[in-house]
């Protein structure tokens, strides 16, 4: 089989030919369909997680295809089932964590693509407990974003416990928050998009969109403020300077959470924790519960990432479009 291999940090990605693998009797083996492109690859290739990564490595973690191989021990994967798998490989499955299903906070994980092979392969083997199916009316091609870029963002929204009418603030329409606007209008919000780029208002718009702020022309935190202030803030974006911004746009009780891993602090001042109580967390993709919701709930209110299909062959033209900005939304290898 046809594997893209990540030899070294700061490398192409080198094509390679592996042995088919060998499943254990609670494994299933995946033909892989599509592997979305996520920004989190560049991390791996581009050495940011050197440390943490395990080279050579197969990245991909946004893989969705068909079970073509199934262990014995797995009983509710069929050979044929529209499969697919997450950032997280495994887990340990028995710390207080995983046993609450919030398998993302478990210190004993495995990653797809960082310390287990990817999706970045004709062929992928994966723990039986840990394969996702995918609805039968979702597109193969269309699910591969749900399982990072998609649960990441679901899993956000039903952390802050939305409730129907509540303003929810998506800053960022891009690859993740093209996917929260119409998550967070589906769950009965009211939503105001928040971008840098006056071309995006109309998007917006049809993504579902109530309200439109362009935060290079207008001072989001005021113009928040004039709509009552938000209730809740998703922010999708990597510079903690734009995020600072949107604090004072927050209402009483408001709750933002942070889902772009921006290195740079980020402060609150003390006063309006202790009288408007707001809170300020974060959201970190997540664990199989809200993976299979995820994508039941995509499938039931026809949600769907923008895609670019490229051929597998052109992967590293690929990562250089994310590198350099010019996918639009989300890139999706086809493997098949």
């Known amino acids: 089989m046809k594997v893209a291999v990540c030899k070294e940090p700061k490398k192409p990605l080198v094509f390679e030919e592996w042995d088919m693998p060998e499943i254990n009797d609670d494994e299933v083996l995946i033909q892989v369909?599509?592997?979305?492109?996520?920004?989190?690859?560049?991390?791996?290739v581009d050495g940011d997680w050197a440390d943490w990564v395990s080279y050579p490595t197969v990245p991909g973690h946004e893989v969705a295809g068909i079970a073509v191989k199934v262990g014995k021990e797995v009983t509710w994967i069929k050979e044929g089932d529209r499969v697919g798998m997450p950032w997280i490989y495994s887990s340990c499955e028995v710390c207080n964590y995983c046993v609450e299903g919030d398998e993302p906070l478990c210190p004993n994980q495995e990653i797809t693509g960082i310390t287990k092979?990817?999706?970045?392969?004709?062929?992928?083997k994966a723990p039986g407990r840990f394969v996702t199916k995918i609805p039968d009316n979702l597109d193969l091609?269309?699910?591969?974003?749900?399982?990072?870029?998609?649960?990441?963002?679901?899993?956000?929204?039903?952390?802050?416990?939305?409730?129907?009418?509540?303003?929810?603030?998506?800053?960022?329409?891009?690859?993740?928050?093209?996917?929260?606007?119409?998550?967070?209008?589906?769950?009965?919000?009211?939503?105001?998009?928040?971008?840098?780029?006056?071309?995006?208002?109309?998007?917006?718009?049809?993504?579902?969109?109530?309200?439109f702020i362009n935060t290079s022309k207008t001072d989001p935190a005021e113009e928040l403020k004039k709509l009552g202030g938000a209730d809740v803030i998703l922010t999708t974006v990597f510079k903690s300077?734009?995020?600072?911004?949107?604090?004072?746009?927050?209402?009483?009780?408001?709750?933002?959470?942070v889902v772009g891993?921006?290195?740079?602090?980020?402060?609150?001042?003390?006063?309006?924790?202790?009288?408007?109580?707001i809170v300020v967390t974060g959201s970190a993709?997540?664990?199989?519960?809200?993976?299979?919701?995820?994508?039941?709930?995509?499938?039931?209110?026809?949600?769907?990432?923008?895609?670019?299909?490229?051929?597998?062959?052109?992967?590293?033209?690929?990562?250089?479009?994310?590198?350099?900005?010019?996918?639009?939304?989300?890139?999706?290898?086809?493997?098949?």
């Open 261 to 277: 891993a921006a290195r740079d602090p980020i402060q609150v001042i003390p006063f309006d924790l202790i009288t408007k109580r």
């Open 141 to 211: 091609a269309h699910a591969a974003p749900l399982f990072c870029a998609g649960v990441t963002v679901y899993a956000a929204l039903k952390h802050l416990n939305i409730k129907p009418d509540e303003l929810v603030a998506v800053q960022g329409v891009g690859g993740l928050g093209h996917l929260a606007i119409q998550y967070a209008k589906a769950m009965g919000a009211k939503v105001a998009a928040l971008s840098h780029s006056q071309e995006k208002e109309e998007f917006s718009g049809e993504l579902g969109a109530d309200y």
């Open 285 to 336: 993709v997540g664990g199989r519960k809200l993976l299979r919701e995820t994508l039941q709930f995509s499938a039931d209110f026809g949600i769907k990432p923008l895609v670019e299909i490229h051929p597998f062959d052109k992967v590293n033209e690929v990562l250089d479009r994310v590198r350099e900005g010019k996918v639009r939304l989300r890139a999706v290898l086809k493997m098949v």
């Open 33 to 44: 369909h599509y592997c979305g492109v996520c920004h989190s690859d560049l991390h791996i």
């Open 117 to 124: 092979q990817g999706g970045y392969a004709e062929y992928m």
């Open 241 to 257: 300077e734009a995020i600072q911004t949107l604090i004072g746009g927050l209402a009483p009780r408001g709750r933002l959470s």
